[in-house]
């Protein structure tokens, strides 16, 4: 398929183009290089620890990526169900109680 675009760009417009593309890749590509070169230096920092901080270290990480992979769970949850609730009235009949004053029978 043939690209149009620079039919209706002029020359100008086509140089700051390519050369905004081109900035945009030195971009990804430095972050990508700046993200690794911080990826090396943290596990190098690790490597330096005793091992009691090392399992700190290791047992922080799996907690966090537990809480991650939870929440990206019931974001999903959430967004399935959610068409649900929107258009079946019966799923939220209690939720007109919810402004009502609840006392606890003792």
């Known amino acids: 398929m043939l690209d ?29 290089k700046n993200k690794f070169m911080q990826t090396l230096e943290l596990i190098q920092e690790i490597q330096r620890l005793p091992l009691t901080k090392k399992f700190y270290v290791v047992e922080e990480t799996i907690k966090s990526i537990k809480n991650d992979e939870m929440n990206q769970q019931m ?32």
């Open 4 to 32: 149009y675009k620079p039919l209706k760009m002029g020359i100008v417009q086509q140089s700051r183009l390519a050369f905004y593309e081109q900035g945009e890749q030195y971009n990804e590509h430095t972050n990508l």
């Open 75 to 106: 974001e999903l949850a959430v967004n399935e169900l959610y068409g649900d609730y929107c258009n079946n009235k019966e799923l939220t009949a209690f939720t007109s109680l919810d402004l009502e004053h609840f006392y606890e029978a003792k």
